[in-house]
C-alpha cells in the first residue's frame, strides 16, 4: 500500500533541499554578465521640473509625472506606445530625453551611435507635447549633441563637424558653419583630445536671450595622424584620426561667437599664445557676457576670461597657478545678483568653494577641512545655500551638505557609504542614491531639512540574492608603511579592500589577483556598490584566489598633495 507523507515533513524536506542548493550556488560568469542575474533596479530617465514640486521619469510605457513628496502620479505626459514616427509601424526606442525650457517640447535621441568614449550620433525627434506631434529634427542625416535655445523655439545641433540651427516654429534649417571637415576643422563639438582628457564633447551654448551661440572651434590640420584596424567584419578597416602623442602639435582653438539678428560671427581674443587649451566655455547671466577658461599648456596657470558677444574683446576675472597642475571641473556657477560666482579649488590644499566677485576678484572661502568638496550641485537663490557632496568622513565614503554664503555648513545626508543626490528645482526635496561595498543601491527620496520620504528601490531582492550566492564580502584594511610618504615628508596610510575565498585559512597561501587603476584623481577603494567587476572578484574569490585592491598615492578625494604627486612620474608612486 503506498503511503503519503504529511505535508507539513514534505515543506520541512523542501526547505531542507532549497537551503542546501543555495548553500552551494556559486556566482557563474555568465550569471554576471550573460543572464544579468545581478541586476540592481534603478531609476532611469528622471527630470525635476520647473514647479520644483514634480518630476518626470521614464516608465515602462509611459513619461509620467510624479509629484516629489507624496509619490502620486500626477499625469501620464506621453503613452510611448504613441510615438510612431510617420511612415513607421512600430514606436521609437530611447532611454534619455531633454526637456525643453518651458517644458513644452522634448527632444528624443534614437539610433544612436557611439563615435569615441564620450561622443555619439543619433536620429533625433521633436515631440510637442500641446500638438502631440513627432518630427524629425532634420533629414540630412544624424546629429549630434542637439538641444533646446533658451526660449524654446530652436534647436541647435553639430553635424559633419558643423554647426546648424534649426528654427521649430518655421521648420527651417541654417547652417552657421562650413568649413568642417574630418580631420582638419571640428566646429561645435571637441577633437579627441578634450574629449578624453577635459571630459566634455558638446563645445557650443546659446547665450541666455536666444540670440547668440558660442562655440570652439578646432584646427586639428597640423595634428599628426594616428591609424588603427577595425575588425569584426569580413574585411578589416583602417581607420585615421589625429591624436597628438606628448609634445606634438595639439589642435589650435579658437572661440566664435555667432549671432543670429545678422547671422554674423565674431572671434573672440584669446591672446597672442596659441599653444592654449580651452576647457570650457559658459554664457554668464548676462546674455552679453561670455566666460571663457583659459589652460596653458603645462596646465598649471588657469583662468577665466569674460568676453563681449558682440565685440570679442576679453577681460581676466579670475587665475590660479598650480605647482603641479590645475584640475578642470563644472564647478562654475553664476549667481543671480550678476556680482558674484561660485567656483572650487584646490589652493588650500584641498578642493573647496569659494564665492567670488566679478569685477575685483576678491573671494571668501565658503568649505574648509583636511576633505575634499567632490560635487556641486547647484545653488538655491531663494535660500542662498549651494549644495554640494564631500569626502569628509573618508576618502572611501560621501555625504551630501548645503553651506549658506557665509560660510555655514549643514549635513543632509550622512547615510553609511556613498551617497549621490538629484535636487528639485526648488531644492526642497532630492532622490539620494546609496549604496555600500557590500549593499546594493537603496533610493530614496528625502526632504532637504532631514526627513526621509518614501523609498524607491531598496534592492532587498538582490542583497537576498548575493546571499544566497555565498558572494564573500569586502573587508576595508590600512596599509601604513614608513617608506609611504608626501613630497612634504608626511606618512600616509594608504586605504585598501580585499575579498578572501570562502573558509578562508590565514596558513595556507592563495593566488592573490591586485586590481588597481593608479589615477590621478580616480579611485578604486570606494564604500559604494561595484556591479558587475565586484561580482567577478566575488567569483574569483570562490574559485580560491584573493583579490586586493589599493588606493596609491595619486588617486583622489585625500587633497591636492596627495593627487598630484604623481605629476610628471605616473605609475612611480
Avoid: C
Amino acid at each position: 500500500m503506498k503511503k503519503n507523507l504529511p505535508n507539513s515533513l514534505v515543506v520541512m524536506l523542501l526547505l531542507l533541499v532549497t537551503f542546501k542548493t543555495y548553500g552551494q550556488q556559486q556566482i557563474s560568469l555568465q550569471d554576471i554578465w550573460s543572464k544579468r542575474t545581478f541586476s540592481p533596479e534603478m531609476v532611469f530617465g528622471v527630470n525635476p521640473l520647473s514647479d520644483g514640486k514634480t518630476y518626470a521619469i521614464l516608465d515602462d510605457d509611459a513619461l509620467n509625472v510624479y509629484d516629489f513628496t507624496s509619490g502620486e502620479l500626477v499625469k501620464t505626459w506621453v503613452d510611448l506606445k504613441n510615438l510612431i514616427p510617420e511612415g513607421a509601424t512600430e514606436p521609437i526606442k530611447f532611454y534619455s530625453y531633454e526637456l525643453s525650457p518651458d517644458e513644452q517640447k522634448m527632444l528624443i535621441p534614437t539610433d544612436i551611435e557611439a563615435i569615441y568614449r564620450h561622443s555619439s550620433k543619433a536620429t533625433f525627434f521633436v515631440y510637442d507635447f500641446q500638438k502631440k506631434t513627432l518630427t524629425p529634427l532634420s533629414d540630412g542625416g544624424k546629429q549630434q549633441l542637439a538641444s533646446f535655445s533658451p526660449d524654446g523655439m530652436k534647436v541647435a545641433f553639430a553635424r559633419d563637424n558643423n554647426l546648424f540651427i534649426k528654427n521649430l516654429l518655421d521648420a527651417t534649417e541654417t547652417q552657421i558653419t562650413f568649413d568642417g571637415e574630418t580631420n582638419n576643422i571640428i566646429n561645435g563639438t571637441t577633437d579627441w583630445v578634450y574629449e578624453e582628457e577635459f571630459s566634455f564633447t558638446k563645445a557650443f551654448f546659446w547665450s541666455p536671450n536666444s540670440q547668440h551661440i558660442a562655440y570652439i572651434r578646432f584646427d586639428e590640420s597640423d595634428v599628426k595622424e594616428f591609424q588603427m584596424t577595425f575588425y569584426g567584419s569580413l574585411y578589416p578597416e583602417n581607420y585615421k584620426y589625429k591624436y597628438p602623442k606628448a609634445g606634438e602639435n595639439n589642435s589650435l582653438v579658437s572661440v566664435q561667437v555667432y549671432a543670429l539678428a545678422d547671422n554674423k560671427t565674431t572671434t573672440v581674443d584669446l591672446g597672442e599664445n596659441t599653444d592654449i587649451y580651452i576647457p570650457r566655455i559658459q554664457w554668464t547671466l548676462n546674455p552679453e557676457i561670455l566666460s571663457i577658461q583659459r589652460l596653458n599648456r603645462h596646465q598649471n596657470h588657469f583662468e577665466i576670461l569674460l568676453a563681449s558677444a558682440t565685440t570679442g574683446t576679453t577681460t581676466t576675472a579670475y587665475q590660479e597657478k598650480s605647482e603641479y597642475y590645475v584640475d578642470i571641473t563644472d564647478n562654475l556657477y553664476f549667481l543671480p545678483d550678476a556680482k558674484h560666482y561660485i567656483l572650487t579649488s584646490e589652493k588650500d590644499g584641498f578642493n573647496h568653494i569659494y564665492l567670488h566677485q566679478l569685477d575685483n576678484n576678491s573671494s571668501v572661502q565658503l568649505t574648509k577641512g583636511s576633505w575634499d568638496v567632490t560635487k556641486l550641485y547647484g545653488y538655491s537663490a531663494k535660500e542662498k545655500k549651494i549644495y554640494f557632496q564631500s569626502a569628509d568622513v573618508s576618502p572611501m565614503d560621501r555625504t551630501i551638505h548645503s553651506v549658506d554664503l557665509k560660510g555655514n555648513i549643514k549635513t543632509i545626508m550622512d547615510m553609511k557609504g556613498q551617497n549621490d543626490a538629484l535636487f528639485s528645482t526648488d531644492y526642497s526635496a532630492f532622490i539620494n542614491t546609496n549604496s555600500t561595498i557590500n549593499s546594493p543601491y537603496y533610493i530614496s527620496v528625502q526632504s532637504t531639512k532631514g526627513k526621509k520620504l518614501r523609498v524607491l528601490k531598496d534592492n532587498a531582492d538582490l542583497a537576498a540574492k548575493v546571499k544566497a550566492y555565498n558572494a564573500p564580502a569586502f573587508e576595508f584594511f590600512t596599509i601604513d608603511d614608513p617608506s609611504i610618504v608626501l613630497p612634504n615628508g608626511e606618512n600616509v596610510v594608504l586605504n585598501a579592500w580585499k575579498v578572501v575565498p570562502p573558509q578562508f585559512d590565514s596558513t595556507k597561501k592563495y593566488p592573490v589577483l591586485i586590481y588597481i587603476y593608479g589615477g590621478p584623481g580616480a579611485q578604486t577603494v570606494n564604500n559604494s556598490w561595484g556591479g558587475s567587476n565586484s561580482l567577478w572578484f566575488q567569483h574569483l574569490a570562490q574559485k580560491g584566489i584573493i583579490v586586493i585592491s589599493v588606493d596609491n598615492r595619486g588617486t583622489g578625494a585625500r587633497g591636492s598633495l596627495f593627487k598630484k604627486m604623481t605629476y610628471k612620474e605616473l605609475g612611480k608612486y
